[in-house]
């Protein structure tokens, strides 16, 4: 059996009186893709930060292969321990880059500070082929890139600490389908080949069904269903996740219907 | 004789300083009276564009041929006084984010009635009638006007831009991806609200998206572009079960859906072609499964699907395409 990379229990935050995270818990096996679906202040992005360091928990643990993530850090080497344990990447690539610093020069400023000391010439160039960047791309400016291209470096420099747990909060959201799809292959691969888990925050059900294995339904801060992508969507048994599958469009779809069970709920 | 179109755009050719093709090129387009057309592509591909000529709005520096009518009228030629009443009331135009199109200090009232009041189509007293009949339509009631926009949803928001909207009591409504930025719940909320309004008003109704799910649930005829060209149009159900143009079969393999195998998409390799390269033969040519040197020289013309002359393609092999298809 699998160890899991990830073990979150009875995780807890408070905005003033709304409980924008409510006794969460999952875990997320080596290799494994779990995905966090629900709407605007389901509190799935409010959870992914808690996971990555960036918010305050006000109750709950956090295990990374089985030892805790604890509080703020101190000092540099804890911070890098730290930052190595878990990588995220954000819906917008062009705000997560540097717009001054070339593609290479981004992966080895990461590489530079979390293993110094080293050639990193060729870790670059694997890099970039793993994520399927050219050495034209090395070499260009954020701006000069695509969509597709800068959301690609962003993954290489997550990669490049080589994490235990990549969260990908509405990674692929801002795409083109026809780009989207590439990356969402090229996230496959990588799993495939590394064993990294994969936290997918997302509102979009066609993208978790198509990448994750298990899966987390939130609603006002609390999970209201989980369990394997599958079967989650295939017989949900919370009205809320039929809610959801209902709301995304397809042939003979009833908007009507849609829009008065959601005032129903 | 059939009812002069909401929208009927002709030929229509955008062309940019600095890039070696047009934006726009060759673009025909119809929104019938009451009819409900979906325009879909990815970035880049000219949708915008296209939409908003119906307005006039076009890039900078941009140039325009063709014909660009609305009701009958070519705006594109049209002087700017009449132009003027055409973008106050005949054409009304719905975009992605709300909370862009709206003054934040201003109270929703104010919002819903200004347009309006300042063409001097109505009086306030009367815009204030409307407004509150509108807001109502809308699934929305009177206490809507005396809030501020950062007072309501994202979802409530929309539907106050679809009432202003409609407000000038127009002929063509355009929504430029007007669910793109809500949750999926509220966007059945306002697609629910474009249909019924349709429906009841008669509007012609231009959805331009992204999303080709979308675009075939709600919508009765579906235009496809690619790379400022017209790839594929026809009935929404027959073009997405039977593609005709590799670009459309491609769009509709790639998309994650919750219908068909999970795992691994097949995605469209390579990219759009570059503005600053002249385009000889097919757009879509490099990226192409079916592509041949035909493909390469010349560009081809859409032409209708055998039997079904409201369905065309611009595809030198849509008949290789309907086989395998059909089969699948």
């Known amino acids: 059996m699998p160890e899991n990379v990830l073990e979150v229990t009875g995780l807890r935050r408070s905005f003033g009186a709304v409980r924008a995270v409510d006794e969460v818990s999952f875990t997320l096996p080596q290799g494994g893709s779990l995905g966090i679906v629900g709407e605007s202040g389901s509190g799935k992005t409010t959870t992914a930060r808690i996971v990555v360091g960036l918010e305050r928990a006000d109750e709950g643990e956090i295990l990374v292969r089985g030892r805790p993530r604890g509080g703020p850090p101190r000092g540099r080497t804890a911070r890098l321990a730290r930052a190595r344990e878990i990588q995220m990447v954000f819906q917008d690539p062009y705000l997560s880059l540097d717009p001054r610093t070339s593609v290479e020069a981004v992966l080895r400023e990461t590489l530079g500070l979390h293993f110094p000391g080293r050639d990193h010439t060729p870790r670059v160039r694997e890099l970039l082929d793993q994520v399927g960047l050219g050495t034209r791309a090395a070499d260009a400016l954020p701006r000069h890139l695509s969509g597709g291209q800068r959301q690609r470096v962003a993954i290489a420099r997550a990669l490049a600490v080589e994490p235990a747990v990549l969260i990908l909060d509405e990674a692929v959201a801002a795409l083109d389908v026809s780009v989207q799809a590439q990356i969402l292959n090229l996230l496959a691969d990588i799993r495939e080949q590394t064993g990294i888990g994969f936290l997918f925050i997302t509102h979009d059900l066609g993208v978790v069904r198509c990448v994750t294995d298990e899966i987390v339904v939130m609603r006002h801060g609390a999970v209201v269903e989980q369990g394997a992508t599958d079967e989650v969507l295939s017989s949900p048994r919370h009205p809320y996740t039929r809610l959801l599958l209902e709301s995304v469009p397809r042939p003979g779809w009833d908007p009507q219907a849609i829009a008065a069970a959601r005032r129903a709920l | ?328």
Do not use: W
């Open chain 2, 1 to 328: 004789m059939r009812p002069t179109p909401a929208l009927d755009v002709r030929g229509l050719r955008v062309t940019l300083p600095g890039t070696a093709r047009p934006v726009l090129d060759g673009v025909d387009l119809t929104v019938g009276a009451g009819e409900t057309v979906a325009l879909v592509g990815e970035s880049g591909s000219g949708k915008s564009i296209a939409s908003r000529s119906a307005l006039r709005l076009l890039p900078t520096g941009g140039v325009a041929e063709g014909e660009v009518r609305v009701a009958g009228e070519d705006v594109l030629t049209m002087d700017a006084a009449r132009l003027r009443q055409v973008r106050a009331g005949t054409v009304a135009m719905v975009f992605q984010d709300p909370c862009a199109a709206v003054n934040p200090l201003r109270r929703i009232g104010d919002f819903l009635t200004e347009g309006v009041t300042l063409a001097g189509t109505m009086s306030p007293a009367r815009a204030a009638a409307r407004a509150v009949e509108l807001l109502g339509a809308v699934g929305l009631d009177g206490s809507v006007l005396r809030k501020y926009p950062g007072q309501v949803s994202g979802g409530m928001l929309q539907r106050v831009v679809i009432a202003a909207a409609l407000m000038g009591d127009p002929v063509l409504l355009m929504a430029d991806e007007p669910t793109t930025a809500l949750d999926v719940t509220s966007q059945a909320e306002v697609i629910a609200v474009l249909a019924t309004l349709r429906e009841r008003f008669g509007t012609g109704l231009l959805f331009v998206t992204h999303d080709l799910d979308l675009a075939a649930a709600i919508s009765d005829r579906v235009y496809v572009m690619y790379a400022g060209r017209i790839a594929e149009s026809g009935p929404a159900e027959a073009l997405f079960a039977r593609p005709r143009h590799p670009y459309t079969a491609a769009l509709l393999a790639s998309t994650p859906r919750m219908e068909g195998p999970r795992g691994r998409l097949a995605a469209i390799d390579g990219q759009p072609p570059d503005l600053r390269e002249p385009l000889r033969g097919c757009a879509f040519a490099a990226r192409c499964p079916l592509a041949t040197e035909v493909c390469d020289e010349r560009a081809p013309l859409p032409s209708p699907a055998p039997g079904r002359p409201d369905h065309t393609a611009a595809c030198h092999h849509s008949d290789l395409l309907e086989g395998s298809a059909v089969d699948a």
